[in-house]
């Protein structure tokens, strides 16, 4: 009787209004409140077709960006946020995705807002979190580099630079500022849509592990040491991360137009809520790296939204070039192989946060992903001018290409050849290489 009813009034409600996600309808049952998404129709197609943005470029394109995406998106919206606050709901807009988020959302809103006119969906928020599986104290230092730095050839690049001139961007649990590997390279760029702080802060330690390989200037830590970074809160103290604050990092990203964003960081897979984001920076000249998850080593395993489109999706591999078994396999939902690329993610060793010159070890292809973030700031700051298709076809074509197993070789190949496949992608990369030196 519940599931008989239960469908008559998800027909009920989305006979002449939008579109109601089951699990949405189910959570707000019995009186429960649920957080929840409006989400409208892309707008990104419409504002990119406006002939004024193919005069501008740099910060002068992202400006007439933002200020058509505020414009489109104030329309739409208009008559939903008016009848949510006449609900006495909490919410959050955002114009990078023409969405809503809102706070403690029971079964009458949905009904009521579920009777507007319009196409539109209702849904749950999507949940992420940091994709990262272990950690392990770690205070010797070393007089050479890490290991993931030197394997990738990035010391054999320093000659001609070490990253000057490119801005890495992180989207994770905050920085520790302090830390002596990276407090001389901050950009003077942050934001905490969670916690509000105004300066650098991180209490659970992913996200300054993370731009110390990217960046980091002490103990051999990081990839591009002359590089500065950027940061914004996406997710909390637990690791963890609400839709609606990566959305805001995504905004604060584009603004602020680095070279290039880190995001180790992912949920299940097939999800398409940050695609708008994605393609967003990349129309801004911002190149967007992910993390493909840790739920090797099965088939189709990557998360969202490292197994979208738009992106450079990262698998990790150890220090013996086999890939870590944790690593998220491929292919996408499309059936695109994913990663595209791999890096080292197995023991890292990069920056702690219960000291200024405190080290930890962590794996995962969190790990990874920052190695190729950092790799790619060495490739920009030599070639200015390259754009993102030109880093990922030099990162593709120039990768080292370890064996690969049976097992990985049956994930939905589809060339005749070992590579590229649903494991490593085209391989594990080689920034020498990369910038045929």
């Known amino acids: 009787m519940w599931k008989l009813n239960f469908l008559l009034l998800s027909q009920l409600l989305t006979a002449h209004g939008g579109t109601i996600s089951p699990s949405l309808l189910s959570k707000v049952q019995n009186g429960n409140k649920s957080d929840a998404i409006l989400e409208l129709p892309s707008i990104f197609e419409n504002v990119m077709s406006n002939p004024a943005l193919s005069l501008l470029s740099g910060m002068a394109k992202v400006n007439m960006m ?16 008016s009848a949510i606050s006449g609900l006495g709901i909490s919410s959050t807009p955002f114009w990078i995705s023409n969405d809503i988020a809102m706070k403690d959302v029971d079964l009458n809103a949905v009904q009521s807002l579920a009777a507007l006119p319009g196409v539109f969906t209702l849904r749950e928020p999507v949940k992420v979190r940091m994709s990262k599986i272990n950690d392990v104290n770690r205070f010797a230092r070393q007089s050479g580099t890490q290991w993931g730095v030197t394997k990738i050839q ?5 000659s001609r630079s070490k990253g000057a001139g490119s801005v890495v961007a992180s989207i994770d649990t905050g920085a520790y500022k302090e830390h002596e590997s990276i407090r001389d390279n901050y950009g003077g760029k942050w934001y905490d849509p969670i916690y509000g702080k105004t300066a650098p802060d991180d209490r659970q330690g992913h996200g300054t592990h993370t731009i110390g390989t990217m ?12 590089a500065k970074w950027i940061a914004c809160r996406g997710l909390d103290n637990s690791g963890s991360g609400s839709e609606s604050w990566l959305k805001s990092c995504g905004q604060w990203v584009l603004q602020q137009r680095p070279t290039v964003c880190c995001n180790s960081w992912g949920g299940g897979g097939g999800q398409t809520f940050y695609n708008d984001v994605v393609k967003s920076w990349r129309a801004a000249g911002i190149i967007p790296v992910f993390a493909n998850g840790n739920a090797g080593s099965d088939c189709r395993t990557a998360g969202s939204p490292g197994d979208q489109p738009n992106l450079i999706s990262v698998g990790s591999t150890d220090s013996d070039d086999q890939m870590s078994y944790f690593s998220s396999r491929g292919p996408s939902p499309t059936g695109a192989i ?12 990069s920056a702690g946060i219960s000291s200024p010159t405190s080290y930890t070890s962590k794996s995962g292809t969190s ?13 920009k700051a030599v070639n200015p001018g390259w754009t993102y298709d030109n880093v990922l076809s030099a990162l593709s074509k120039t990768a080292d290409r370890p064996n690969v197993s049976s097992n990985d070789l049956g994930c939905g190949r589809n060339t005749s050849s070992n590579y590229p496949n649903n ?7 080689n920034v020498k290489k990369a910038l045929g030196m």
């Open 66 to 81: 933002t200020t058509l995406f505020k414009e489109a998106t104030s329309v739409s919206q208009a008559p939903f946020l």
């Open 154 to 158: 990035a010391p054999s690049v320093w």
């Open 215 to 226: 960046v980091g200037r002490s103990n051999g830590i990081g990839v591009a040491p002359d």
């Open 338 to 349: 994913k990663p595209e690329i791999s890096a080292p993610g197995g023991n890292i060793v």
């Open 367 to 379: 790990m990874a992903t920052p190695h190729v973030v950092g790799a790619i700031a060495l490739m």
């Open 423 to 429: 494991a490593y992608g085209f391989g594990r990369i």
